[in-house]
């Protein structure tokens, strides 16, 4: 399992594009680089940027409360958040009160402290980190992986006060993406703006993510990114047809990756970038 420097687990996540996002950057010369992800969920490949000193600043942006609370906890309230996450007791009855605490405040619009450490803890011994599923270990705990098998309290800390160190380069937003263009990232130098879009997808999203889109909604998504052509981005989606219609304007290219010399996982999502983008194969991003 590859190691990460965001504090989440996340469905989908695309900390193994780390690589290829910084290759794209540089490939495009962009300087003095600011790095967006309109639908951030565990920010992987943006923290690794920043921690890494690859790019100067960063957007993160969601839409969903949880995780805009998450996020605006791990920089404005970081010593309470890693006191909690030292001192809480990773047991069932936990669980089962964190679960509460994140159904009865999810669908608020303000921050909040509670939703913010629900959401983490939920993350955390939650199977494949999805927050709604159920626990690691089964609510009988009868497996062999129990449910502190994922909350190493240490390492979470760690890699918390790591990023709140950072804040001074990274701007959080709670919009809809499309709000997201339209009021912050077309006042942003093209020159210097790089964004990744990796809305939920087409077919599964509903299953995965809470604030998930109908047809409309990509459509209209879909509309908005293209006044981004003359900046620099990319976007990865579900291989659907409606997807394609959408985007049928761009070089549409499915991709894989690779993990080693030998293999690659199956290529399941399709990949295209403004006109403005230059890309080419580079480290596990393979293009078919």
């Known amino acids: 399992m590859p190691q990460t420097m ?3 687990r996340y469905p989908g996540g695309k900390s193994q594009l780390a690589k290829f996002i ?3 950057i540089e490939f ?8 967006c992800e309109p639908f951030c969920g565990g920010s992987g490949v943006a923290i690794s940027l920043l921690l890494r000193n690859q790019v100067s600043s960063i957007i993160l942006n969601d839409l969903d409360t949880a995780i805009y609370s998450f996020w605006r906890a791990v920089l404005t309230e970081t010593d309470r958040l890693t006191e909690r996450i030292n001192t809480v007791r990773v047991t069932m009855n936990t669980w089962h009160r964190q679960k509460n605490v994140f159904l009865n405040l999810r669908d608020n619009r303000d921050y909040s402290f509670e939703l913010a450490f629900a959401t983490f803890f939920l993350n955390r011994t939650n199977r494949s980190g999805i927050i709604t599923g159920g626990p690691i270990g089964g609510y009988e705990q009868d497996s062999d992986y129990k449910l502190e098998c994922r909350f190493n309290r240490a390492d979470l800390i760690k890699k918390i006060k790591n990023i709140s160190v950072h804040r001074e380069q990274i701007q959080l937003y709670h919009l809809d993406a499309i709000d997201l263009i339209h009021e912050v990232l077309l006042r942003q130098a093209p020159n210097r703006l790089f964004i990744y879009f990796d809305p939920p997808y087409y077919v599964q999203g509903k299953k995965l993510y809470k604030d998930s889109f109908d047809d409309e909604m990509h459509g209209s998504l879909a509309d908005a990114i293209h006044e981004l052509n003359d900046y620099h981005w990319m976007a990865t989606y579900d291989d659907v047809k409606r997807i394609r219609e ?5 070089q549409i290219r499915e991709y894989s990756i690779r993990y080693s010399a030998n293999e690659k996982r199956q290529a399941k999502e399709i990949f295209f970038c403004s006109p403005a983008t230059r890309v080419e194969d580079y480290d596990k991003v393979v293009f078919e």
């Open 246 to 250: 959408l985007y049928n304007d761009l």
């Open 22 to 24: 910084k290759h794209t």
């Open 28 to 35: 495009n010369n962009l300087t003095d680089s600011i790095y």
């Open 6 to 8: 965001t504090p989440l």
